[in-house]
């Protein structure tokens, strides 16, 4: 069952323009939500996060919205840049019944930015 | 500064061996954790200690032992693995477990088991 869904396997984008990178959940308990970007055979770098009390965070280029009727999530980066270009994970937390953190991961889109 | 290391980069092994992944971080997390993470896949949890102690263990075979020497080190000792064990060896940590933590990661171990 996978609760956290990337629909979208790959992303074009041309450079310069926005990148809208899109994460849909199904577990209501969740209550904070993390953007990570991955390079191949490298660790996930944290990029932004979200808490479920709030609808949108922006750091620099990065934005991210949060639409909990919807259990809906979506990074915008703007410019995109071609270091940009990686695999995106959207990630959801929740206590678990150990009262630990649990991190539930999207399955990830590959994003290219095209010069 | 938010660097978790993870030696060795990469571990070839076979089957019948014993090895062990370390990881170590230095910002005072009290929350670390192990995922594994096969090609095309995203990340799944293994285990994760908390205050050193393990509280969490997904349901993973016995042939991978997980180990907390002191809140900066974590380990993963390996036993007769398989070789569906290949994957991408993560490990993470949060400054104390609850559910608004940032989980840093390090770059991985990339296993491969003959």
């Known amino acids: 069952d996978q609760q956290v869904k990337q629909n979208s396997p790959s992303l074009s984008v041309q450079e310069g323009r926005i990148s809208i990178l899109n994460c849909d959940y199904t577990n209501s308990m969740f209550d904070y939500f993390l953007w990570y970007k991955k390079y191949p055979a490298e660790g996930p770098t944290f990029l932004i996060s979200?808490?479920?009390?709030?609808d949108k965070n922006e750091d620099g280029r990065f934005t991210v919205f949060l639409n909990k009727s919807a259990k809906h999530l979506s990074l915008h980066i703007v410019p995109s840049q071609p270091g940009d270009s990686a695999v995106y994970f959207c990630?959801?937390?929740?206590?678990?019944?150990?009262?630990?953190?649990?991190?539930?991961f999207g399955t990830g889109t590959r994003l290219t930015i095209i010069p | 500064d938010t660097e978790v290391t993870q030696t060795p980069k990469h571990l070839v092994m076979g089957m019948t061996n014993k090895k062990s992944l370390k990881c170590e971080q230095h910002m005072g997390h009290r929350a670390m954790y192990w995922y594994k993470q096969k090609a095309k896949k995203p990340p799944e949890l293994m285990f994760v200690y908390s205050y050193e102690k393990l509280s969490i263990n997904e349901s993973v075979p016995s042939r991978f032992s997980p180990e907390c020497p002191n809140s900066s080190l974590l380990n993963l000792h390996l036993h007769a693995l398989q070789p569906e064990d290949s994957a991408l060896y993560l490990c993470?940590?949060?400054?104390?477990?609850?559910?608004?933590?940032?989980?840093?990661f390090g770059p991985g171990t990339r296993l491969t088991v003959l």
């Open positions: 990630a959801a937390s929740q206590l678990s019944n150990f009262g630990n953190e649990k991190l539930t």
């Open positions: 979200i808490s479920s009390i709030k």
């Open positions: 993470a940590s949060s400054q104390v477990s609850s559910s608004t933590d940032t989980q840093y």
